[in-house]
């Protein structure tokens, strides 16, 4: 029988999940369906009871549901449990759910693809304190990178994040600037430079070193004002679309079992998004 899985959020019309799942059951011949499904704070319940009673074999989560589904869920993984957020779930062959947060480890995969060992070693700043921020701190130290630097607009919530990572610290934005050249690897968290949220950059790029990875999760624009300047300056750059397909391609795994061909679908979404 024909398998179905689906992504909810709220709104939900401009997810790309529904075309890149779909693409990735045709290329690995699973007879398997993906669809968006709209859901207000409101129907998450019964949406989530829907969703289940109509055999549905899983389903990505995005905002504003990450944090409320899991009390509907009957067991989350470790990543899903530090960032309390879960982007994928999976009915179980004993039909209950379980949930996992896949946006961390995507942006490790993404990090490793383009860079391989060079951004395993030295400091990392991490811009930005919310649920991104957490998720991706936490996979980069299960991964072995560090130590980790937090800053943020309101330095309270960086010293908040900092304090559930050994051996990090945090600082507030014009001292991460000032400390800018001393960190290996930047990684920008925060919607600033995203198109239709705050233009601009969270903070200056100026003092940057030469040969620092400098990752912006954001993916439209594909070269955010942060990204472009830090290229200027000799920075090596990624934005967040592998993060979006490695995190995607981990719930297709989790799914199926098969891993799928990230490096085709990223130039393809690259080039629907005006990239080269």
């Not at 067991?75 to 896949?102: C, H, P, Q, R, Y």
């Not at 949220?197 to 040969?211: H, I, R, T, V, Y």
Request: with cysteine; charged share 20%; glycine share 10%.
């Amino acid at each position: 029988m024909k398998k179905w899985y689906a992504v909810i959020g709220d709104p939900i019309g401009q997810s790309m999940s529904p075309a890149m799942h779909d693409t990735w059951f045709n290329e690995n011949h699973i007879d398997a369906s993906y669809i968006p499904v709209h859901v207000t704070k409101e129907d998450l319940e019964a949406a989530v009871e829907s969703l289940k009673r109509l055999g549905c074999s899983g389903w990505n989560v995005t905002v504003p549901h990450k944090s409320a589904i899991i009390p509907m869920l009957d067991s989350i993984d470790e990543s899903a449990k530090m960032m309390n957020a879960v982007n994928t779930v999976k009915v179980l062959e004993d039909g209950t759910l379980f949930g996992m947060n896949t946006d961390g480890r995507g942006f490790v995969r993404s990090l490793a693809e383009m860079f391989g060992i060079d951004a395993e070693s030295g400091d990392v700043l991490i811009i930005g304190a919310g649920g991104a921020a957490r998720g991706i701190s936490f996979a980069l130290k299960e991964s072995g990178y560090g130590p980790l630097t937090f800053t943020n607009r309101t330095v309270a919530k960086a010293q908040t994040l900092s304090e559930d990572f050994l051996d990090s610290n945090a600082l507030s934005l014009e001292q991460a600037e000032k400390k800018l050249g001393a960190f290996n690897l930047i990684v920008q968290t925060t919607t600033v430079g995203m198109n239709y949220a705050e233009s601009g950059m969270a903070l200056s790029p100026d003092l940057l070193s030469s040969g620092s990875i400098v990752a912006d999760i954001i993916y439209n624009p594909l070269e955010t004002e942060f990204l472009k300047e830090a290229g200027k300056l000799g920075g090596k750059t990624m934005n967040g679309l592998g993060m979006f397909v490695h995190q995607g391609a981990l719930a297709f795994e989790l799914w199926t079992g098969i891993y799928p061909d990230t490096e085709k679908m990223i130039r393809s979404i690259s080039t629907k998004l005006g990239g080269n």
